[in-house]
């Protein structure tokens, strides 16, 4: 599987019903609430997050596993579990930012 999920989009200005993921220290929308498949994120001091995904949009897609998606690639966040419901990996190809998503749940942060 290889499904486009969203385009994530840098803000400064805070969102309505934005959700908090602690361990990059930014707030995040669900793009399945916005018509054009939005996310946007707006960064907090301290922030993990490298500055080429903070200063750049990314396209997302929904991957069944993302160790084949990765094989190769200029990985710009390893791995990690976002909530408990979904795996996700930075990297870079063809010149933008790409997130693969394996969702381990369906959900977005308990709903």
């Known amino acids: 599987m290889f499904v486009f999920d969203h385009v994530g989009i840098t ?11 602690e361990q990059s ?10 018509p054009e498949h939005i996310e946007f994120l707006r960064y907090e001091p301290g ?3 490298p500055e080429i995904i903070r200063n750049n949009p990314h396209i997302a897609f929904r991957v069944d596993a993302l160790a084949p998606h990765i094989e190769g690639q200029e990985i710009l966040i390893p791995p990690f579990i976002v909530g408990d419901f979904l795996e996700v990996v930075f990297i870079r190809k063809h010149n933008t930012v790409f997130e693969y ?7 977005w942060f308990g709903n």
């Open 11 to 21: 803000t400064t200005v805070p969102q309505p019903d934005e959700n908090w993921v």
């Open 25 to 34: 220290r930014v707030w995040v929308t669900n793009p399945r609430n916005h």
């Open 47 to 49: 922030t993990t997050v």
């Open 101 to 107: 998503m394996h969702y381990l749940k369906e959900g």
